[in-house]
């Protein structure tokens, strides 16, 4: 009896653990793509020329995008990372 309530312990110590870990990978995942969006907003900030356009990611494509477009894209983008994170 004592060895099944151990054992049982252990198995689920072990679940919390592993949800644990995976739960801190999603979050340093999202911290990385937050730092990322905040970079290229940055980047377009400073590097603006009026009526220029931006080549931009989107999905698993790329596309050319007017600047403040861009920006816009990058700005929403970024509140819903922020959001997901906390």
């Known amino acids: 009896m004592d060895i099944e309530k151990t054992q049982q312990?252990?198995?689920?110590?072990?679940?919390?653990?592993?949800?644990?870990?995976?739960?801190?990978?999603?979050?340093?995942?999202?911290?990385?793509r937050r730092q990322k969006t905040r970079e290229a907003f940055r980047a377009l900030k400073?590097?603006?020329?009026?009526?220029?356009?931006?080549?931009m990611s989107v999905g698993n494509m790329f596309v050319k995008t007017r600047t403040l477009k861009a920006?816009?894209?990058l700005e929403r983008g970024s509140i819903k990372l922020t959001c997901h994170s906390i």
């Open 71 to 73: 920006q816009n894209l």
């Open 9 to 32: 312990f252990l198995i689920q110590t072990e679940t919390a653990a592993q949800e644990i870990l995976i739960t801190k990978d999603e979050l340093v995942a999202l911290d990385f």
């Open 46 to 55: 400073n590097d603006m020329v009026p009526g220029e356009k931006a080549w």
